[in-house]
């Protein structure tokens, strides 16, 4: 029972791990960050189609890939289709 309970809390430690790495942190204030979110979802296939500065004056960066768009404000990311 130990073994099992033991096992469990592992699991449970990686998943919680793994969860966090997920979690999207871009500061697009920065020129070197939206540069490299350009370039790497360039490799992805998707197309840089619009940068601008929403009502907040935050950077908004949207990409298009078949008939999907996607943008990224900050270290959020929303998506909607075309």
Same mark, same amino acid.
Request: net charge negative; charged share 25%.
């Given at each position: 029972?130990?073994?099992?309970? %033991?096992?469990?809390?592992?699991?449970?430690?990686? %998943?919680? *791990?793994?969860?966090? @790495?997920?979690?999207?942190?871009?500061?697009?204030?920065?020129? !070197?960050?939206?540069?490299?979110?350009?370039?790497? @979802? &360039?490799?992805? &296939?998707?197309?840089?189609? @619009?940068?601008?500065?929403?009502? !907040?004056?935050?950077?908004?960066? *949207? %990409?298009?890939?078949? &008939?999907?768009?996607?943008?990224?404000?900050?270290?959020?990311? %929303?998506?909607?289709?075309?």
């Amino acid at each position: 029972m130990k073994k099992f309970y %033991f096992l469990t809390v592992i699991a449970m430690l990686l %998943f919680s *791990v793994s969860a966090s @790495a997920v979690e999207l942190n871009l500061n697009l204030n920065n020129p !070197d960050v939206r540069k490299c979110l350009i370039e790497s @979802a &360039g490799q992805e &296939g998707w197309e840089h189609s @619009a940068t601008y500065l929403d009502a !907040d004056n935050k950077v908004v960066l *949207v %990409f298009s890939k078949d &008939g999907k768009n996607v943008s990224y404000t900050g270290n959020q990311k %929303f998506e909607c289709e075309k």
